[in-house]
């Protein structure tokens, strides 16, 4: 899935993690809330209501006692507040649960019975002269016997609200732990989600360009070295070349023509050359020439190496094809880039060997290749702008139906003075990519084995409304 895709898709993922949050939030206050009213209710006299009706009763009872025994009408008195407010205080009291609900309201009725049968008595005693004795008072007050009864049932309800409450909470608690644990858990996964985008997308393409930047540097400091060890080496061998070329060419002139030394010397000759050319590649492999660049177009380069090279390749049943391509406009030195096509052209041509098809195309692609193989098969995504946007390109192949390139060859294949040919010196592609380098571009393949090769050199596009095109024809 592509990366930006993951990152719109995203978005929604933070919104509803936002989402998530605010109702874990909503409902964890919502459960809080509901904890801190139960744990009021049990820090209030509703779990105390059956001990508070029952003190009560025991002195209401006491009073009737006290009022039977020195008939003060203060006790009377007395006797009827404490009644009221009691029937008042049970009337306002609130309970949890049915059963208490319940209870509370047989206790209202016991103790409106309690309460008339008491008012009653306390009538009758007033208005009798003698004073009764304790056994008879008692026998008198105990008639609260029942709201007692429905008291201590309302104390075992009151147990099991309590009870109730407890497990209640507890579960309350694990489910918001639980619930929590989860948040936590979706958080962390959705850091660890934006984390991992967020490095590919920023940081894992900042890692590979350093990568790859520090080894091109490594690389170039090798080239260097190695230019400079090979520039110095062929110039020692350049010198008594030349010597031997000159003393050869005053030899022959001594020697009659078709005989044995004349053929030995033409042979000597023919290895001069061939020292001077590797020689030559050396110097220029060292010592590049920096381009002088041109604004032209691609077809202009592909028609100037198809006349220099099409007879030739006709002569083994090669053919070279141009295809059709958009005037695309490029900025380099037309000799050094017609120098690279010219180079892989024979390399494809060797690879066919006889009656095969070499296609030169200019492309420009509208969306940079995700996975090329360019030098050292270092894969690069595309060329960046300063700004960090991907600049267009124009892609100079050249394609042929050969027998395409081993593995074990293209692990080394751009490496200098490594070659599979006898009579070759393993500079061609190396002289080839260091030229495409200088030009701000890469040199790319893509082979398939008995199947074929594509070298693509990737240069940057010039815009119509850039430089003005020279379009010259390269006739010069």
């Not at 649960?97 to 008595?121: F, N």
Request: aromatic letters at 4%; proline letters at 5%; one cysteine or more.
């Amino acid at each position: 899935m592509n990366v930006k895709l993951r990152l719109y898709g995203f978005a929604p993922a933070i919104v509803l993690l936002a989402a998530l949050v605010g109702w874990a939030g909503h409902s964890a206050w919502r459960q809080l809330k509901q904890l801190r009213k139960n744990f009021g209710a049990v820090q209030s006299e509703s779990f105390h209501l059956a001990e508070h009706v029952e003190a009560s009763i025991r002195t209401l009872s006491e009073t009737v006692l006290r009022f039977d025994l020195r008939k003060d009408p203060a006790d009377k008195d007395h006797f009827h507040k404490e009644n009221e407010e009691l029937k008042r205080w049970i009337r306002k009291s609130s309970v949890t649960t049915p059963r208490e609900l319940e209870l509370l309201e047989q206790i209202e009725v016991a103790l409106e019975a309690y309460s008339t049968r008491t008012t009653k008595l306390l009538e009758e005693r007033a208005q009798a002269g003698s004073v009764p004795s304790p056994k008879e008072v008692l026998e008198k007050v105990e008639n609260k016997a029942q709201v007692l009864d429905l008291c201590t049932r309302l104390k075992a309800a009151e147990r099991a609200a309590l009870n109730q409450f407890v497990e209640d909470s507890n579960e309350a608690l694990g489910g918001m732990q639980r619930l929590l644990m989860a948040l936590v858990a979706l958080v962390l996964i959705l850091g660890f989600t934006a984390t991992k985008l967020i490095y590919r997308v920023r940081i894992a393409p900042l890692r590979a360009q350093l990568v790859e930047s520090r080894g091109i540097i490594e690389r170039q400091e090798k080239l260097a070295s190695l230019g400079t060890l090979a520039a110095g080496v062929a110039h020692e061998i350049r010198n008594p070349l030349t010597a031997i070329n000159v003393r050869l060419h005053s030899l022959k002139r001594t020697l009659v023509p078709g005989s044995s030394e004349d053929e030995d010397a033409t042979v000597i000759d023919r290895e001069i050359q061939r020292l001077d050319r590797i020689v030559r590649d050396v110097l220029h492999f060292a010592r590049p020439a920096e381009p002088r660049p041109v604004t032209i177009t691609a077809g202009s380069l592909f028609s100037r190496v198809q006349g220099l090279l099409g007879s030739q390749l006709e002569k083994a049943s090669i053919r070279l094809n141009l295809a059709s391509s958009p005037p695309l406009r490029i900025r380099v030195d037309p000799q050094q880039i017609e120098q690279v096509l010219i180079n892989l052209i024979q390399n494809a041509a060797e690879s066919i060997g006889r009656d095969g098809t070499i296609t030169l195309r200019a492309r420009s692609p509208e969306r940079p290749a995700r996975t090329l193989m360019p030098l050292a098969g270092r894969p690069r995504r595309s060329f960046r702008a300063k700004a960090g946007q991907a600049i267009p390109v124009v892609i100079l192949e050249v394609i042929d139906t050969g027998k395409g390139i081993p593995l074990r060859v293209q692990e080394r294949l751009f490496d200098p003075f490594f070659t599979t040919k006898e009579a070759g010196t393993g500079l061609g592609l190396s002289i080839a990519a260091r030229i495409v380098e200088k030009h701000g571009g890469v040199l790319q393949y893509q082979t398939e084995v008995d199947r074929g090769t594509t070298f693509g050199i990737v240069l940057p596009r010039v815009e119509k409304d850039a430089d003005e095109v020279q379009t010259e024809n390269l006739t010069h």
